[in-house]
């Protein structure tokens, strides 16, 4: 069964403040993948994060992996009406090579 | 550009019709997925291929079968199909490594009455 956790399933901001989705495993992670799937459409990948502690930005995204390399972060910065849409986390955990997605967190975003 | 196909947008079905849904990616990659997914369950993988004629099965096989004759091209078969298999059904494709970004197709939403 899935093995990586993402909280929280949903989340409404109004247009400017801040977001952020966590990822949690229970085993460490090689390494940690981040998607982003709009109303409609298909996951499409953002990040791959590999080095404990690593932190990557993408303009207003910023990514975390966790020192013990079992949680991860997503955090964006001034929401705009297009970054509506799920997010999801994606690592192999439990032993297994293949990445395991989270149950996604979909963003709101009010005008 | 990268590109993952699928043979069908919108798909409906009769329960225990033989259902076949189709994957191509151009891309030359190893490593082929076959995911559904539901609200609130995310994305769930059915099977994995990592080889011509190879494959594994992911976190919800029963009901499934897959087939991978050219590298190309992913499978996904539902013997008997059941309206509990009523989903939107995701394929996609990685590189040399399973652990490379995954690139998805557009989805086949799947209605079995």
């Known amino acids: 069964g899935q093995q990586v956790m993402q909280i929280p399933q949903y989340q409404h901001v109004q247009e400017g403040e801040d977001f952020t989705t966590y990822c949690n495993s229970s085993?460490?992670?090689?390494?940690i993948q981040w998607y982003k799937q709009r109303p409609g459409g298909h996951p499409v990948f953002l990040i791959q994060l590999v080095k404990s502690g690593e932190v990557k930005k993408q303009k207003r995204l910023t990514f975390q992996f966790g020192e013990a390399k079992k949680n991860s972060s997503l955090h964006i910065t001034a929401t705009q009406t297009t970054d509506v849409g799920t997010y999801f986390c994606a690592g192999p955990s439990g032993g297994s090579y293949i990445p395991t997605f989270g149950r996604g967190t979909s963003l709101i975003v009010h005008p | 550009d990268v590109k993952v196909t699928q043979s069908s947008r919108y798909l409906v079905k009769r329960t225990g019709e033989k259902v076949f849904l189709e994957c191509v990616q151009d891309?030359?990659?190893?490593?082929m997925f076959w995911y559904r997914q539901d609200p609130g369950l995310g994305l769930r993988l059915i099977y994995f291929?990592?080889?011509?004629?190879?494959?594994e099965k992911g976190d919800i096989p029963e009901g499934y079968s897959v087939s991978r004759e050219k590298k190309e091209r992913f499978s996904l078969i539902l013997e008997s199909a059941s309206t509990n298999q009523t989903s939107m059904y995701l394929c996609?494709?990685?590189?040399?490594?399973?652990?490379?970004?995954?690139?998805f197709g557009p989805g086949t939403r799947l209605t079995v009455t």
């Open positions: 891309m030359d990659h190893e490593n």
């Open positions: 291929s990592y080889d011509v004629k190879m494959k």
């Open positions: 085993t460490t992670l090689s390494n």
């Open positions: 996609a494709s990685s590189g040399t490594s399973v652990t490379y970004e995954q690139y």
